[in-house]
């Protein structure tokens, strides 16, 4: 079975400041893992992505995450926080083939503060 | 350059009534996925169907029944509704590649159960 733990339901930071935001996973094979971002009213769309290639993942919007195999962990940085980065974000993971079926983690709530 | 579309965007409900959710994609995606979203709980799988012609219940589909109409569309039933089922749908997509690309998602359906 897999799933996936976000460590804090809100994170507040100031505007300018870095973000962390934690995930940590549990999979019995080799997974794929996600981060995903959702603003308020909207879909989801993806962050990046963690597919067996680079430890260190760079994505959109200056977002990156290092997978830790040791740690069984994914956690979701940025060095610089923006007013426009306040939303929710999703750590997943994902286990190829049975259906490719996405876990999703409950979600970290960000505030940027001025 | 549409994506995954879903239908309606917002539905009031009667408690007891029927209604069905529509999701379309052309991307040529071989799965197709329902999720439901509830506040603090993430995303959770209600039904998903891994290549035309095929379904399969994921982790919450007591209440809904899902039908593959063909590769492009996959449509979500709620025979009677009931006001547990007020949460935000989302459809999402996925590649034969799944751990490459992750899943694109649709814009969401917004469903009250009065």
């Known amino acids: 079975a897999q799933s996936v733990t976000q460590l804090d339901s809100h994170v507040s930071v100031s505007e300018g400041t870095p973000v962390l935001l934690r995930c940590n996973y549990s999979s019995s094979y080799s997974p794929s893992l996600f981060w995903y971002v959702q603003h308020p009213n909207k879909g989801l769309q993806l962050l990046l992505k963690?597919?067996?290639?680079?430890?260190l993942v760079k994505g959109i919007n200056g977002f990156e995450a290092e997978f830790k195999k040791s740690e069984t962990s994914f956690h979701l940085t940025k060095p610089s926080a923006h007013m426009s980065d306040a939303a929710e974000y999703f750590c997943?993971?994902?286990?190829?083939?049975?259906?490719?079926?996405?876990?999703f983690g409950t979600g970290t709530q960000l505030k940027v503060e001025l | 350059n549409a994506g995954v579309t879903q239908t309606p965007k917002f539905q009031v409900l009667k408690t007891g009534q029927s209604m069905t959710l529509q999701c379309a994609q052309d991307?040529?995606?071989?799965?197709m996925y329902w999720y439901r979203q509830d506040p603090g709980m993430g995303l959770r799988l209600i039904y998903y169907s891994a290549s035309e012609g095929t379904t399969d219940k994921g982790e919450v589909p007591n209440g809904y029944n899902v039908s593959r109409l063909n590769k492009r569309e996959f449509s979500l039933r709620l025979e009677s509704a009931a006001p547990s089922q007020t949460s935000v749908y989302f459809c999402a997509s996925l590649p034969r590649e799944a751990a490459y690309y992750g899943y694109t998602f649709g814009s969401g359906t917004r469903l009250t159960v009065v």
């Open positions: 963690y597919t067996s290639a680079a430890t």
């Open positions: 997943v993971v994902s286990l190829t083939g049975g259906g490719n079926k996405l876990t």
């Open positions: 991307m040529n995606h071989n799965s």
